[in-house]
């Protein structure tokens, strides 16, 4: 089922988002070549302190999980796509790393993830970022009232396949409110005019995960969690939670 939060309950998510964003700015900026993914955890974990906020990926199990999440961020460096767990690895010039993050302030969850390269850059990896951000900005922009779940699914997965990236098969976006997970799905491929119609009030996590070398499987890590592209290329995320308004998307994790 679909809660539709009201303005004070969006207000309030704001608020939860802007703790996410400052632990996401916080993290890109202390990621540097030698700093090891524990390290970057520990930044996070201390913004969350600082807020009063909580964790909603620390504990977490869902039902594909051998073990809770041990962090409060999920770090996947280069052909990791998601649920990276934040290790002793120390980050290395030209890592390309995907950072997740979540808070849970006064009740309310916020979740974004942004992807960003450690060092010297290679074009590919840029390339591959940024249209990651144009598909995330794609689907903000269709996540309007009048339109469907399937407007915004399309609208990413054209910047995606247009620019020949894969996209990871059977995860997308969700729901997001009093749970980091809730009702509705968002693929990040779809049919438009299709799927649930968008309301006021609705929160979407909308998530475009990428894969370079054109593929969309993905296999598992021994650690359960990690998820890699199979052919080894490059991965990026990009995650914004939107709420859909009268007056068209309001972004709450915003940095």
């Not at 809660?3 to 202390?30: H, N, P």
């Not at 049919?191 to 119609?197: A, D, E, I, N, Q």
Request: proline share 6%.
């Amino acid at each position: 089922m679909v809660e539709l939060k009201t303005d004070t309950s969006i207000d309030a998510m704001y608020e939860a988002g802007q703790v996410v964003g400052r632990a996401l700015t916080a993290v890109r900026e202390a990621a540097a070549v030698g700093v090891t993914l524990l390290e970057l955890d520990e930044v996070a974990r201390e913004v969350l302190r600082e807020a009063g906020a909580k964790s909603p990926f620390l504990g977490y199990r869902p039902s594909f999980a051998p073990t809770p999440f041990p962090a409060v961020i999920c770090t996947s460096v280069n052909d990791a796509i998601v649920h990276g767990i934040p290790t002793r690895y120390r980050l290395r010039d030209g890592d390309l790393v995907s950072v997740d993050c979540g808070a849970e302030l006064g009740g309310w969850v916020g979740d974004s993830a942004i992807s960003f390269v450690v060092g010297r850059p290679r074009p590919a990896d840029l390339r591959l970022i940024e249209t990651a951000e144009r598909a995330l900005a794609a689907g903000i922009e269709a996540a309007v009232v009048g339109n469907r779940i399937g407007d915004i699914a399309h609208a990413i997965g054209t910047v995606c396949r247009k620019a020949g990236y894969g996209i990871m098969d059977g995860f997308g976006g969700h729901g997001i409110g009093r749970r980091m997970h809730e009702d509705p799905s968002v693929p990040n491929e779809g049919r438009p005019g299709r799927g649930l119609p968008l309301r006021k009030g609705m929160v979407l996590a909308i998530e475009p995960m990428l894969i370079a070398g054109g593929r969309d499987d993905f296999h598992a890590s021994p650690d359960g969690w990690t998820l890699r592209t199979t052919d080894g290329s490059q991965a990026a995320h990009a995650e914004h939670t939107v709420a859909i308004t009268e007056t068209g998307p309001r972004i709450l994790t915003a940095r």
